[in-house]
């Protein structure tokens, strides 16, 4: 690295830095943003189920609006009398998950969490989608609460219909 003058030092940058919770290297690629989103992701999982959320969440990621539409005539908005597309008619590897999942509501559940965290989260950097990342994916697979149903659903109450 030059000096003003033209001298070379000997010194070479880092790439740590000291930061409230200790000493992190990173690359420049924000992967320290990226490990931060994948903590509190994954802290998600360790929530347990709640029907309510999920009686809250399923009709967010399946509803679909109608689509408002722009006439030609003096360029008034009108309905087109069409149903807009729900975030899982949007986000065709997540509607995948969910059906694959679709006979553990604790399971979906965590999708849906993952889902709407990343909704959130987007403008950040680092964010990823968890339903296509394999470490967020064998997390939930390795859960072990009650086989994904909460207690007092038998299976054909824990099914849902994508």
């Known amino acids: ?17 000291h930061s409230l919770s200790g000493e992190e290297c990173g690359d420049g690629t924000g992967s320290s943003s990226q490990s931060q989103f994948r903590e509190k992701l994954m802290d998600l999982l360790k929530i ?41 008619d949007l986000y065709e590897e997540l509607r995948m998950k969910v059906e694959e999942f679709k006979h553990d509501q604790c399971k979906v559940l965590h999708l849906l969490r993952g889902f709407f965290f990343w909704l ?12 296509l990342d394999s470490l967020y994916l064998k997390a939930l697979t390795d859960q072990r609460v009650m086989n994904g149903m909460h207690p007092g659903l038998s299976a054909d109450d824990a099914s849902i219909h994508v």
């Open 48 to 88: 347990p189920y709640n029907q309510l959320e999920f009686e809250n969440l399923w009709p967010e990621a399946t509803h679909r609006k109608p689509v408002q539409g722009v006439r030609c005539r003096r360029m008034s908005s009108c309905s087109t009398k069409t149903d807009g597309k729900s975030y899982l």
């Open 120 to 131: 959130v989260n987007i403008p950040h950097e680092g964010v990823f989608q968890p339903w």
């Open 1 to 17: 690295m030059p000096f003003h003058e033209g001298d070379y030092t000997p010194f070479v940058p880092s790439k740590c830095y």
